[in-house]
């Protein structure tokens, strides 16, 4: 695999997943009742503990996000 294709691919890579990020996140800011209740009755956990994993998850995918595409990405294109 050459550094072209790995490039585009982790650029793309990143696009998907930031727009996963973003997505998850206005949906938990448009429609949080929505999200809340549905969780509750899947799992059992109550609201203030679901509202608190709903952060920790975000916080996390976002770092995975910035680990694993974006400091990647930019390495490979500071190379080429």
Avoid: C, T
């Avoid at 800011?29 to 509750?40: A, D, E, R, S, Y």
Wanted: hydrophobic residues 60%.
């Amino acid at each position: 695999m050459d550094l072209a294709l790995l490039q585009s691919w982790l650029g793309w890579s990143l696009i998907v997943n930031a727009a996963l990020l973003l997505i998850s996140s206005a949906v938990l800011l448009i429609g949080p009742k929505l999200v809340l209740n549905i969780h509750q009755r899947i799992s059992g956990i109550p609201a203030q503990q679901l509202k608190l994993e709903y952060l920790r998850f975000l916080g996390n995918y976002k770092i995975l996000v910035i680990v694993f595409n974006l400091v990647p990405w930019l390495a490979l294109l500071l190379v080429s």
